[in-house]
């Protein structure tokens, strides 16, 4: 019997066929579109109105989450993120007729308000790796390293696998094969963490094993309590895990390197992004300062 496939065509279809193609990169992804699936599911997303869009997002906004707090402008923002991205999936496809116009178009997201940027001082990462030691999860310390040293996000950094780790005595580095951004990337690593993989390797050697494992090895470790319980015990206060990526930046604008390079160094795609650390690069402006008029 032949075999007829059928062309996803509603909310729910795209979003399932979207998940199951694309790698995805953000813990949360899958949570945000299952609220766009729980309201529009059936709908045929040909169908799906500014009005639908503007009534959920004001649905967003005005009911509490599930801890009980209301959401922010920006988490409201990544909320219509994960539904656009899917619409952008069903484009590259070809799922959807051509010049229709995403009713999301025409609805403005809230303003972004990246405010005071955290990061740690190295008197603060080192009471972060002391207390992190002292976890039961022993990859813990490892994983705080390399996310300071490479500023990978923490879906880069768990989906890590040993033929990512490329141990070579001049550059040894990690390629991530698919960022949040959809791109490459690949992160140099200090002598330190290629010796630590060294010594690791020789005990888990398959090509496709995830590193950042615990009881079970063919999933990611959730790390967060013991991440948690390592920021309270170092009496750390306001710190996430992606604290790390912006701990990696700032080190390096407060060293001078270029707007350019912190940027190709963090996979930003824009340089908006990057602008947050501007204001520590002022050792690389005085350098250029005085190289020109003194």
């Known amino acids: 019997m032949k075999t007829v496939f059928q062309t996803p065509k509603t909310v729910a279809e795209i979003a399932s066929v979207f998940l199951s193609l694309t790698p995805v990169r953000d813990p949360m992804l899958k949570a945000r579109l299952a609220f766009w699936t729980d309201h529009f599911g059936d709908k045929l997303l040909t169908e799906l109105s500014p009005d639908d869009v503007?009534?959920?997002?004001?649905?967003?906004?005005?009911?509490?989450?599930?801890?009980?707090?209301?959401?922010?402008?920006?988490?409201?923002?990544?909320?219509?993120?994960?539904?656009?991205?899917?619409?952008?999936?069903?484009?590259?496809?070809?799922?959807?007729?051509?010049?229709w116009i995403s009713p999301f178009q025409d609805i403005p997201q809230h303003k972004e308000?990246?405010?005071?940027?955290?990061?740690?001082?190295?008197?603060?990462?080192?009471?972060?790796?002391?207390?992190?030691?002292?976890?039961?999860?022993?990859?813990?310390?490892?994983?705080?390293?390399?996310?300071?040293?490479?500023?990978?996000?923490?879906?880069?950094?768990?989906?890590?696998?040993?033929?990512?780790?490329?141990?070579?005595?001049a550059?040894?580095?990690?390629?991530?094969?698919?960022?949040?951004?959809?791109?490459?990337?690949?992160?140099?690593?200090?002598p330190d963490l290629a010796a630590e993989f060294k010594r690791m390797r020789r005990i888990r050697s398959e090509d496709g094993d995830l590193i950042f494992t615990g009881k079970h090895a063919n999933y990611p470790h959730d790390f967060r309590h013991g991440f948690n319980e390592a920021c309270n015990l170092a009496e750390l206060e306001g710190v996430t895990f992606h604290t790390l990526r912006h701990t990696s930046c700032s080190r390096l604008a407060q060293a001078g390197v270029d707007i350019l390079a912190i940027a190709e160094h963090a996979g930003h795609r824009s340089l908006s992004m990057t602008r947050r650390y501007s204001h520590l690069c002022i050792k690389a402006r005085a350098n250029t300062i005085n190289n020109v008029f003194a």
């Not at 402008?73 to 899917?86: E, I, K, L």
């Not at 580095?173 to 140099?188: L, M, Q």
Request: aromatic share 4%; charged share 25%.
């Open 171 to 190: 550059s040894p580095h990690v390629v991530v094969e698919c960022t949040k951004n959809g791109d490459s990337h690949v992160s140099p690593i200090t």
């Open 54 to 99: 503007d009534a959920a997002l004001a649905e967003l906004e005005t009911t509490p989450n599930s801890k009980g707090r209301m959401r922010s402008g920006p988490t409201v923002n990544r909320y219509r993120m994960a539904m656009q991205s899917a619409i952008r999936f069903a484009r590259q496809k070809r799922l959807l007729p051509r010049g």
């Open 113 to 169: 308000n990246p405010g005071k940027v955290r990061f740690l001082s190295p008197e603060e990462e080192q009471r972060l790796m002391d207390a992190a030691r002292l976890q039961s999860w022993v990859l813990l310390p490892l994983l705080i390293r390399l996310a300071i040293v490479t500023g990978l996000r923490r879906g880069a950094l768990l989906g890590l696998r040993w033929r990512d780790v490329v141990l070579d005595e």
